[in-house]
């Protein structure tokens, strides 16, 4: 088991540099969690026995460059919706069309899993280099705002469960609504 060597305090301002802002409580919960099972995780990501999922749709809204996706998705809509009409002059000329479309749709899938592999080599690659603030603080960063999904062949873990869950098997969410927050809603 690799060691890290980086207090709890350090770790948050860490977090709190990449966020850009204080951690709020439950953020701090999941980065002790993170920071006391650190060795297991990164352990577990070098080896490849703890899988990153990257969530597109969150990722997207907060990178621009995993956004590229929905070029090929917006074309696919348009060449669909433009081969519909089509349909009442030549049938033919409208199949061709469609064609097109599946072909705009599965080009924006596969820039899709291009992205997220990309995305997850990175913070691979940092992981194993050791590099703290791009690699370890980057993974959990992510993980606190919902933007990763932790597998491993034991459990898995996204947010609002505890980080540990993927080395546990635990499927408890960490913070539950109080009445009182219920009853606001």
């Known amino acids: 088991m690799t060691e890290i060597n980086i207090s709890l305090d350090d770790f948050k301002s860490l977090l709190a540099d990449l ?10 919960v999941a980065t002790r969690d993170f920071w006391q099972n650190i060795s297991a995780i990164t352990d577990g990501v070098s080896q490849g026995s703890i899988s990153i999922y990257p969530d597109f749709l969150f990722l997207s809204r907060d990178f621009p460059e ?7 998705k917006g074309l696919a809509i348009l060449i669909f919706l433009i081969s ?11 199949i061709f069309i469609l064609a097109l479309s599946v072909i705009c749709h599965i080009t924006g899938n596969l820039q899709r899993k291009v992205s997220g592999q990309k995305f997850v080599s990175g913070i691979k690659t940092s992981i194993i280099a050791r590099d ?3 690699g370890v603080g980057k993974l959990c960063a992510h993980y606190i705002a919902g933007h990763v999904l932790l597998v491993s062949n034991i459990g898995r873990a996204h947010w609002p469960r505890l980080p540990s869950d993927v080395l546990t098997g635990k499927q408890d969410f960490q913070f539950k609504r109080s009445p009182a ?4 809603l």
Do not use: C, D
């Open 19 to 28: 966020f850009g802002q204080p951690l709020k409580q439950e953020a701090e």
């Open 181 to 184: 927050k219920r009853n606001m």
């Open 84 to 94: 519909l009409p089509v349909f009442i002059f030549s049938w033919g000329i409208a």
């Open 66 to 72: 995993y956004k590229k996706h929905y070029v090929w």
């Open 132 to 134: 703290l603030s791009k």
